[in-house]
């Protein structure tokens, strides 16, 4: 689930590029599950995947032995694993980057709509880093990388008739009904014209996306401890648990709607304290400045 932010971003991007804002909401929530950022050393990046067998096809020589020897690259695909923590992934990226910047870049998805940098050409930047640039410049840049994908896949007409077969194949590639990728598409855009199903905005175990994200943030931020990671596992749950005995809620470890907005109501009570405080801190900080001199 995205928030209405990037909601807003995404929709602001397809106006642009001529396609249906409700269908781009639904491929990109399909693509990333509702997660656009992840956290790296507290800053927001863009989710990344790294294909060890695009890295390997880009080197040579010592280069790629090195790569091979130290587990970055491998001639058959699927025989580099991705971390499952992202910033265990931008590590990975980090190590290969070492040994060839752009082959690294290249060899790697980006942001919400998982486009791969090699087709950084194809798509009209100068450079990989100008796709990648454009993949961490927040989401709006991520849904404009996926936009110029589509637009250049000669997608359009398929997203914006509705056609999400001959979208799937396009954006998903030949295998995508193995998985029900089209499937998948056309539930995805049935709840962006209907809105959510009732229970659909309830997190619990399982839950992936911005809005698990935002709610983690959120009790990080009243003392629990938690990991901001958009995925509403165990240690998620127990944080809310927590926080609903505490609050006088049933404590079900499920975020539905009276625990949401519990958690809106305590943090700008916390917020609200925290700034009176500062004002006080500061108001004592002057009348003795006043006084000293």
Same mark, same amino acid.
């Given at each position: 689930?995205?928030?209405?932010?990037?909601?807003?971003?995404?929709? #602001?991007?397809?106006?642009?590029?001529?396609?249906?804002?409700?269908?781009?909401?639904?491929?990109?929530?399909?693509?990333?599950?509702?997660?656009?950022?992840? #956290?790296?050393?507290?800053?927001?990046?863009?989710?990344?995947?790294?294909?060890?067998? !695009?890295?390997?096809?880009?080197?040579?020589?010592?280069?790629?032995?090195?790569?091979?020897?130290?587990?970055?690259?491998?001639?058959?695909?699927?025989?580099?694993?991705?971390?499952?923590?992202?910033?265990?992934?931008?590590?990975?990226?980090?190590?290969?980057?070492?040994?060839?910047?752009?082959?690294? !870049?290249?060899?790697? $998805?980006?942001?919400?709509?998982?486009?791969?940098?090699?087709?950084?050409?194809?798509?009209?930047?100068?450079?990989?880093?100008?796709?990648?640039?454009?993949?961490?410049?927040?989401?709006?840049?991520?849904?404009?990388?996926?936009?110029?994908?589509?637009?250049?896949?000669?997608?359009?007409?398929?997203?914006?008739?509705?056609?999400?077969?001959?979208?799937?194949?396009? !954006?998903?590639?030949?295998?995508?009904? #193995?998985?029900?990728?089209?499937?998948?598409?056309?539930?995805?855009?049935?709840?962006?014209? @209907?809105?959510?199903?009732?229970?659909?905005?309830?997190? #619990?175990?399982?839950?992936?996306?911005?809005?698990?994200?935002?709610?983690?943030?959120?009790?990080?931020?009243?003392?629990?401890?938690?990991?901001?990671?958009?995925?509403?596992?165990?240690?998620?749950? $127990?944080?809310? $648990?927590?926080?609903? @005995?505490?609050?006088?809620?049933?404590?079900?470890?499920?975020?539905?709607?009276?625990?949401?907005?519990?958690?809106?109501?305590?943090?700008?009570?916390?917020?609200?304290?925290? $700034?009176?405080?500062?004002?006080?801190?500061?108001?004592?900080?002057?009348?003795?400045?006043?006084?000293?001199?």
């Amino acid at each position: 689930m995205f928030s209405k932010h990037t909601a807003d971003e995404i929709e #602001k991007t397809a106006r642009e590029f001529g396609l249906e804002p409700k269908a781009l909401l639904a491929i990109a929530e399909v693509e990333s599950a509702g997660q656009v950022f992840a #956290k790296i050393e507290g800053r927001n990046e863009p989710l990344i995947r790294f294909e060890g067998h !695009y890295f390997d096809r880009r080197l040579s020589g010592a280069r790629q032995e090195g790569a091979r020897a130290a587990g970055l690259a491998s001639p058959t695909a699927g025989m580099v694993a991705n971390p499952r923590s992202q910033a265990a992934r931008w590590q990975l990226i980090e190590q290969a980057a070492e040994i060839d910047r752009q082959a690294a !870049y290249e060899s790697t $998805s980006w942001g919400l709509g998982q486009v791969m940098g090699a087709h950084w050409q194809w798509l009209g930047f100068d450079a990989v880093d100008g796709l990648v640039e454009e993949a961490r410049s927040g989401a709006g840049g991520q849904a404009r990388l996926m936009a110029r994908y589509i637009d250049k896949s000669g997608l359009t007409a398929a997203l914006n008739a509705h056609d999400w077969e001959a979208v799937g194949h396009g !954006y998903n590639g030949p295998g995508f009904a #193995k998985n029900g990728y089209h499937l998948k598409l056309a539930d995805a855009y049935r709840q962006q014209i @209907e809105g959510p199903a009732p229970g659909d905005r309830l997190m #619990k175990i399982g839950s992936r996306g911005e809005l698990v994200t935002e709610l983690q943030e959120a009790l990080v931020a009243l003392g629990y401890v938690v990991d901001t990671d958009g995925i509403y596992g165990p240690g998620t749950a $127990s944080a809310v $648990s927590r926080f609903q @005995e505490q609050h006088g809620l049933a404590a079900d470890g499920i975020a539905g709607q009276a625990t949401q907005a519990t958690v809106d109501k305590a943090l700008r009570a916390a917020k609200d304290g925290s $700034s009176f405080w500062d004002w006080l801190a500061r108001l004592v900080g002057w009348i003795w400045k006043s006084r000293r001199a």
